[in-house]
């Protein structure tokens, strides 16, 4: 009977351990793969890398190409046309200003201003023509500069509603007529045209009263047109001007009147000889400046 005991005691502890030792083959098997030659271990270890690879490469291929990770707003992502998207996103706009110079694609069209723009800059583009409706509700407009586009057409009333336009730069266009300018312009620059003297009116700059700065060079004027009295300069120089009159600056019947305004005229790269109109500058207080022949 207590050798009966004795066994059970010593055989039941050995079954119950067994599990455990069959469970530490493994670490002991990985233990022994360490040891034994280098052919074997390399031969595992590229087993284990390839099995690695596939699951790599179908985990790369997914994110690629599947839909739900496209990013909606990477490059690319918009495909409207760029004529379609807001002015801001084209030009900058700044606090009351907005500045679109030499934009690409090409701008051929003044493009839709925020209602408080006060100062416009949209040099160096491909703009053809100036219509009614480009300026019709930015009354808060005070300068435009459209320098270096290739304007040849400006309706008549396309500035006729801004009423606090001050500065006016339509250089280096192609101009033949001028429009309907605002009452309250002070500087117009629209040298480098192709203006003469039957695109522009009879009293177009008569009637602007605050006018101080006006220049018509490099064009194909045959005449000077009428000047209002508060100029300051004028510039009207490589054009085809060919006579003066006594009346051209000066009023001929008042020998008194002095033109205290006019600080600056030039008539250069005109066919015209100055010394043969000595009483078209006797008002100004200086000679037209200039090299004449």
Request: hydrophobic residues 35%; glycine residues 4%.
């Amino acid at each position: 009977m207590d050798l009966r005991i004795l066994l059970f005691f010593v055989t039941v502890p050995w079954i119950l351990c067994e599990p455990a030792r069959t469970n530490k083959v493994v670490p002991k098997h990985k233990g022994i793969l360490k040891v034994v030659d280098d052919e074997e271990l390399i031969t595992e270890s590229r087993i284990f890398m390839e099995a690695k690879k596939p699951k790599k490469k179908v985990t790369l291929s997914t994110d690629y190409d599947s839909p739900v990770d496209t990013d909606d707003d990477g490059p690319g992502a918009d495909n409207k046309d760029d004529k379609e998207l807001p002015t801001c996103l084209m030009c900058v706009c700044l606090t009351g200003s907005v500045y679109c110079e030499e934009v690409s694609p090409d701008m051929t069209t003044v493009p839709p201003l925020p209602k408080e723009t006060a100062y416009l800059y949209a040099r160096f583009n491909k703009i053809a023509k100036i219509t009614n409706r480009d300026f019709a509700d930015i009354a808060t407009l005070r300068r435009i500069d459209l320098t270096g586009n290739l304007i040849s057409e400006i309706e008549d009333g396309a500035f006729s509603k801004l009423d606090q336009l001050e500065e006016l730069t339509l250089a280096e266009n192609k101009l033949v007529k001028l429009p309907m300018l605002p009452a309250k312009l002070v500087s117009l620059n629209v040298n480098h045209n192709l203006l003469k003297t039957k695109g522009i009116k009879a009293n177009i700059f008569k009637k602007l009263t605050k006018l101080s700065y006006l220049y018509l060079g490099e064009n194909g004027l045959e005449a000077i047109p009428l000047l209002p009295e508060s100029l300051r300069v004028v510039h009207l120089h490589n054009n085809n001007i060919t006579s003066l009159t006594d009346d051209t600056f000066c009023k001929g019947n008042n020998t008194h009147y002095i033109r205290y305004n006019m600080q600056e005229v030039r008539l250069d790269g005109n066919p015209i000889t100055l010394a043969q109109h000595p009483n078209s500058f006797i008002c100004l207080r200086a000679l037209p400046i200039g090299h004449y022949k």
